[in-house]
């Protein structure tokens, strides 16, 4: 009796279990109906140029893009491109160029996912607008660089990242990020007590409470930034160039930095740390890919007609180990830029039409900029200049080149936009004051931090005769001052198409001015 009970129950087990596999199945189904994609980091677009951007969204699982866009917001006789599929191999973020706009039209774009179910649930649609700058435009961009920094998140409290809505209310066609977009290599705690005891307090999600090393840490460090309501705003309506520095991946890295002694970290290997840290600026940059050619490429020239050409570069992939940076000889250890970079931006300025050249980089060129002197001497180098104020020597040798080729070709109307050490300046590089003289002048103006501590004002290399016309710092005896303190800077450049003149002002926390300075057209 017992046994044929047994065997009833043998017998109905499976039947049983399938059951309930089908029950959790038709659960899971269902489920998933009512889960369309969500888009928790909005939209962002990229590279305008002239005629052309690109546009980044990410999803929270696997779907494709879709992009919607037309010349009003009621979106009549749009056009709707079936984008790529985001899936887990790029962290579910996806890219879509739109090509062929009709220039000086404000463009309308609605953003929205399809999952991969046979159900093909939708998100709700994102929405943003931009402008494609004609040549009946005025232009008008802002740029800067250092978001979140030293800790110094997203502190809601304080108004969370307002500077980016600071930025968004000049209403820029574009803004060029010059580099440090994440801090990688920094802790951001839940409070900290800063100036006057105050207390900062932050978000914090699981990513941002180490240094990045994984995968994951490195993609979190994006995401963290997109929490913040102010960037999502400025990111549906600005198209953005970004540039990169040293913290998208650990701080002041070359082929010299060893962090065998840095407790913080068990990844020791500096190309891995880099590796994982391009594929998560790639994946999260709304930047228009190279091509085959060097895919991860990031120096490039975004032109926007007759007024205006941006060089924007890359200080970081090709330079060589951080040195005393005092060799009489050109070699591996004084490259920079590299010499294609080089040779390919001597090429393009001397090809150029536009009226305006501005050389976006991610470091000032006469600014001391030490490699962490006080806690790993001897004295090492980070930027170009090198602290002695004589003839170029070490990186010093190719900048020189570079702008001595730039004079023989006669090319006018350069300008040098740049961000790194975390206050507002204006330089003027005038070669009668110079130690290498043969160039002909030339201005270079520092915006930044963006969120983040406020330092300097550095010391100044005498090489090429960088005149320091205005800055703004903190006191003597104080930095890594909190944005408490307002000391958080951006630049707008405005180019007037009647005149041809380029005003630049430096701009603080609030969006008021300053600094500010008009440029003729030679």
Request: glycine share 10%; net charge neutral; proline share 2%.
């Given at each position: 009796m017992k046994n044929k009970k047994l065997g009833n129950l043998l017998f109905a087990f499976p039947l049983m279990l399938a059951g309930t596999l089908l029950v959790n199945s038709a659960a899971s189904v269902a489920a998933n109906k009512v889960r369309p994609p969500l888009m928790e980091q909005g939209i962002q677009f990229g590279d305008l140029n002239h005629g052309s951007v690109m546009v980044w969204s990410r999803s929270n699982k696997d779907a494709r893009m879709m992009v919607e866009y037309a010349l009003n917001d009621q979106f009549t006789d749009s056009k709707i491109i079936r984008g790529p599929y985001a899936l887990g191999i790029s962290d579910h973020t996806a890219k879509q160029e739109l090509a062929n706009l009709p220039l000086g039209k404000d463009i309308y774009?609605?953003?929205?996912?399809?999952?991969?179910?046979?159900?093909?649930?939708?998100?709700?649609?994102?929405?943003?607008?931009?402008?494609?700058?004609?040549?009946?435009?005025?232009?008008?961009?802002?740029?800067?660089?250092?978001?979140?920094?030293?800790?110094?998140?997203?502190?809601?409290?304080f108004g969370g990242m307002k500077i980016y809505e600071a930025m968004r209310q000049v209403e820029p066609q574009f803004f060029i990020h010059s580099g440090d977009n994440i801090y990688a290599d920094g802790v951001i705690p839940e409070s900290k007590t800063v100036e006057n005891?105050?207390?900062?307090?932050?978000?914090?999600?699981?990513?941002?409470?180490?240094?990045?090393?994984?995968?994951?840490?490195?993609?979190?460090?994006?995401?963290?930034?997109?929490?913040?309501a102010h960037v999502r705003a400025f990111n549906a309506e600005v198209p953005q160039i970004w540039q990169w520095d040293d913290h998208e991946v650990v701080n002041n890295w070359s082929d010299s930095k060893d962090l065998s002694t840095d407790t913080r970290y068990t990844v020791k290997d500096v190309p891995l740390l880099v590796a994982r840290a391009a594929t998560a600026f790639n994946e999260y940059s709304a930047q228009r890919p190279h091509g085959a050619e060097e895919a991860e490429r990031i120096y490039r020239k975004i032109s926007y007609g007759p007024l205006l050409d941006v060089f924007v570069l890359d200080m970081r992939s090709y330079r060589g180990p951080n040195t005393a940076n005092l060799q009489t000889i050109p070699s591996a250890e004084t490259a920079f830029l590299g010499d294609a970079q080089v040779a390919w931006l001597q090429d393009g300025l001397k090809s150029s039409k536009a009226v305006w050249k501005v050389i976006a980089a991610d470091m000032p060129i006469g600014l001391n900029i030490s490699d962490d002197f006080v806690n790993n001497p001897p004295q090492r180098w980070e930027a170009v200049a090198n602290g002695n104020d004589g003839v170029a020597a070490g990186r010093e040798l190719e900048i020189a080149g570079l702008l001595s080729n730039i004079k023989k070709d006669n090319i006018k109307n350069i300008v040098w936009l740049t961000a790194d050490v975390h206050y507002a300046a204006a330089h003027y590089y005038d070669p009668s004051k110079a130690s290498s003289k043969d160039f002909n002048g030339f201005w270079e103006f520092v915006s930044g931090p963006l969120n983040a501590g406020s330092f300097g004002p550095n010391t100044t290399d005498g090489t090429f005769g960088p005149q320091v016309v205005f800055y703004k710092a903190p006191p003597a005896g104080q930095s890594n001052l909190s944005p408490?303190?307002?000391?958080?800077?951006?630049?707008?450049?405005?180019?007037?198409?009647?005149?041809?003149?380029?005003?630049?002002?430096?701009?603080?926390?609030?969006?008021?001015?300053?600094?500010?300075?008009?440029?003729?057209a030679e």
């Open positions: 774009v609605r953003v929205w996912f399809e999952d991969l179910t046979n159900a093909r649930n939708k998100s709700k649609p994102v929405t943003g607008h931009f402008h494609t700058i004609s040549a009946r435009d005025n232009i008008r961009f802002v740029w800067g660089g250092d978001t979140a920094g030293q800790g110094f998140g997203i502190n809601e409290a005891g105050l207390i900062w307090t932050n978000i914090v999600t699981p990513e941002v409470s180490k240094v990045a090393e994984t995968q994951a840490e490195f993609r979190g460090r994006y995401k963290y930034n997109l929490l913040d408490y303190a307002g000391l958080q800077f951006f630049g707008e450049v405005n180019i007037d198409k009647a005149s041809q003149a380029m005003t630049v002002d430096l701009k603080d926390i609030n969006g008021d001015a300053v600094f500010s300075k008009t440029l003729s």
